[in-house]
Antibody, heavy 117, light 110 residues
């Protein structure tokens, strides 16, 4: 069974940084592209970043230059380094497997990031 | 990045059929965008329903179907049930690893 467990969320001040982790199990992590998706009550689901099996990253314009996605296949773990955080980055961040690299297949429960002074 | 459009809300009677759509603010949606659909009950993890336009994810009942209707992707629920009341999101693949979600449709079954 695919399991994705996010951690690292919390309260951070504007301009601050956080690193999210997503521990994967139940599948061959290195064989799957992975993504981060965030959700807020007002804005619904928003794709944040994806990383291919070879490590090529892609990010939404809203986070480009501030967020960096990475993966450690030896640890079956996906990361999201978030810098220069803003109030509108407040959301639940979930990791997801990418099916065929083109859709979101399995989802984690998410970790809450709150950016506030 | 592109704007993906969905109806903000929709209602259907129990046992009825409803079609939700997913469009682009400029241009037409085709199979080349690999439209996918997700169901999310508030407070729960999204559930993948449909991918690559019309392929049902494992365990999804066949009353959920996907298609292209005109210039939009569509999710049709046939024989709606009370527990279909949920938020539904579509996503389009723009290439180069980039995906864009629509704003979601709140479906009421009453």
């Amino acid at each position: 069974e695919v399991q994705l467990l996010e951690s690292g969320g919390g309260l951070v001040q504007p301009g601050g940084s956080l690193r999210l982790s997503c521990a994967a199990s139940g599948f061959t992590f290195s064989s799957y592209a992975m993504s981060w998706v965030r959700q807020t009550p007002g804005r619904g689901l928003e794709w944040v970043s994806s990383i291919g099996t070879g490590g090529t990253p892609h990010s939404a314009d809203s986070v480009k230059g501030r967020f960096t996605i990475s993966r450690d296949n030896s640890k079956d773990t996906l990361y999201l380094q978030m810098n220069s955080l803003r109030a509108d980055d407040t959301a639940v961040y979930s990791c997801a497997t990418r099916g065929g690299s083109k859709y979101f297949d399995s989802w984690g429960q998410g970790t809450l990031v709150t950016v506030s002074s | 990045q592109a704007v993906v459009t969905q109806e903000s809300s929709f209602s259907v009677s129990p046992g009825g059929t409803v079609t939700l759509t997913c469009g682009l603010s400029s241009g037409s949606v085709s199979t080349s965008y690999y439209p996918s659909w997700y169901q999310q009950i508030p407070g729960q993890t999204p559930r993948t329903l449909i991918y690559s336009t019309n392929t049902r994810s494992s365990g999804v009942p066949d009353r959920f179907s996907g298609s292209i209707l005109g210039n939009k992707a569509a999710l049709t629920i046939t024989g709606a049930q009370a527990d279909d009341e949920s938020d539904y999101y579509c996503a389009l693949y723009m290439g180069s690893g980039i995906s864009v979600f629509g704003g979601g449709t709140k479906l009421t079954v009453l």
